[in-house]
């Protein structure tokens, strides 16, 4: 990965694209960025988490106030945000130090940290028990580590925040193929789940749901593996329900591109409805994040994912039926990420691209 220490981008140009509300079809623009991207972090990731309390950002109120795409490459590197109407990039400066933030400690390689609410959870303990080099690297993680900041009791004295610790074995002859833990929230008091992707050398993926019972993390349910060896899966999207989870994956992403999406309730998965023809994700790159939900002027949440061959973005509306509802073509193919900044008609889906530029698509 590059070293954001390094980023220094003086004079670098703001970006505003305004687009007229009313659009009979979907724009694509380039966002005019001085330099190549590398790195793409969506909304949701503790990089963009943290970018607003750089000293870079910290007097940038359009920065502060809502969610951010950051990017980087060698060159330079910046946070992107709404602002008018459109999208603005804001420099990071060279003392701008992002990657330890989201390094968890005892980390594999590459693998980030995930942060939500009192809880982080990272990939630990490197192991080649699953010969698959989809993410760039055969190294993977034999353990998922997950910390809880537990509550302090009430005093005249400040006193440290006890932190609990668990680890999650992936088991014999297997690994979590990923390089970051995604930690979804419970709705209306329900406690948090993880989601991550366990992989055996025989039949290949499985995404793998995490809950803390009687005390203890455990894996609670899985979905079917591909199948066969050195294939994979990447998780496209997940969202707590009223009761459970609502996830997307994409099967074998760098091959034949299954889009599946499964009910998670009471414990147990069912498959829900299933489309071919996607991929959110380039074979060797460790970039898991190339999918994104999308708030409509109507109020509909579309799954905005890259086509199979990665040269356009497609817009899927998950229920009642899988629909594809719009394509949109890439000027290079998708990549390093895909990102949603704002909804309804101020949206816009950021997609860092394989040539190195970033793209502003619009419904």
Known sequence: MSDLRRLAIPGLAALVATVSPARAEPTVALVPLPFAVDEFRGPDTVVAAVAPSTDALRGAKAAGRGPLVVVWGPQGGAALALEGGGVRAFALGASVDLETVETGRGA?????????????????????????????????????????????????????????????????????????????????????????????????????????????????????????????????????????????????????GLLQLWSYKDGRLALVGERPGFSNHAAGRAAQDLAAIVETGSGERLLALPSLDRAALAFVRLRPDLAEVARVPLPAKAASGVGALGRGPDSHVLVGLEDGRLADVRL
Do not use: C, M, Q, Y
């Open 108 to 256: 594999i390689p590459a693998a980030r940290l995930a942060r939500s609410g009192p809880l982080t959870a990272s990939l630990v303990e490197p192991t080649r028990a699953v010969p698959h080099a989809s993410l760039g690297s055969p190294v993977h993680a034999a353990a998922i580590s997950v910390a809880e900041r537990r509550p302090v009791a009430a005093g005249p004295d400040p006193r440290p925040v006890p932190v609990e610790t668990a680890r999650v074995e992936a088991g014999p002859e297997a690994a979590f193929e990923a390089r970051e833990v995604k930690i979804v929230a419970g709705r209306d008091g329900a406690p948090p789940r993880l989601l991550a992707i366990r992989s055996t050398a025989d039949k290949g993926a499985a995404l793998a749901i995490l809950e803390k019972r009687d005390g203890a993390w455990r894996i609670a349910a899985e979905t079917p593996p591909t199948g066969e060896p050195r294939t994979w899966l990447n998780l496209a999207s997940a969202t707590a329900t009223s009761d459970g989870l609502e996830i997307a994956i994409v099967l074998r992403p760098d091959r034949d």
